[in-house]
């Protein structure tokens, strides 16, 4: 695609249930990442895929978050048991590869925690 | 990111110049980014640097100094639209994801 695509642009859910993120990256770009931005605050790194390969987990706040990307295209990020501390903007970004490429940015995720 | 440092916040004058500063530690390096977001919008790329010394790129330009860990984003002829925010990202070490400073929130003011 034209650029990097996130569905929904903002989802309002309850405490307790499961949501999940999805990320269309930039056609050709193997690497995909995803952050969380709360309000007034910087960018937190979650996790980043190489291909459909996630080296790295350790970003990732908690087990209630998953994420996997098929075909080396479309990712989501799944959040089980949603808790008020999830509320944030959740942005994905790709790149071509990891070797010091700009990284594009989706509009993201708004989530809101009831 | 706690091994990224940027002032919080900035208050400049239209057409005036302003300087934005980050120091970094990394294990290794990997090039130096630099990000501008204006409010409910993503981050946008403005600048890379990989290389000691300074890159203009019209109204912008970024400064790098390897050795001691600093970069400074210089904004020339203050527009309102730049208020924005304007985020310093390294990667931590080698290839790894890029780390994102808090960012330095600029309003520019008539």
């Known amino acids: 695609g034209a650029g990097v695509s996130q569905s929904p642009s903002n989802k309002v859910t309850e405490k307790g249930k499961d949501v999940e993120l999805r990320c269309d990256p930039i056609s050709g770009h193997t690497a995909l990442y995803w952050y969380r931005q709360s309000l007034g605050q910087g960018l937190e790194f979650l996790i980043y895929f190489q291909g459909n390969s996630a080296p790295d987990k350790s970003g990732l706040p908690s087990d209630r978050f998953s994420a996997e990307r098929t075909g080396g295209s479309v990712s989501t990020l799944t959040i089980q048991r949603t808790q008020q501390e999830d509320s944030a903007v959740y942005l994905c970004?790709?790149?071509?590869?990891?070797?010091?490429?700009?990284?594009?940015f989706g509009s993201g995720t708004q989530l809101s925690v009831l | 990111g706690q091994n990224i440092d940027q002032p919080t916040e900035m208050t400049a004058t239209e057409g005036a110049i302003v300087q934005i500063n980050c120091t970094y530690q990394?294990?290794?390096?990997?090039?130096l980014f630099w990000y501008q977001q204006h409010a409910g919008e993503a981050p946008t790329f403005l600048s890379y640097n990989v290389l000691d010394g300074l890159e203009e790129k019209g109204r912008f330009s970024s400064f790098l100094s390897r050795s001691k860990g600093y970069s400074y984003l210089l904004l020339k002829e203050l527009q309102m639209k730049d208020s924005a925010s304007y985020l310093c990202a390294v990667p931590l070490s080698g290839n790894t994801p890029l780390v994102f400073g808090k960012g330095t929130r600029l309003s520019v003011i008539a």
């Open positions: 970004a790709s790149s071509l590869d990891m070797r010091g490429e700009k990284l594009f």
């Open positions: 990394t294990s290794g390096f990997n090039g």
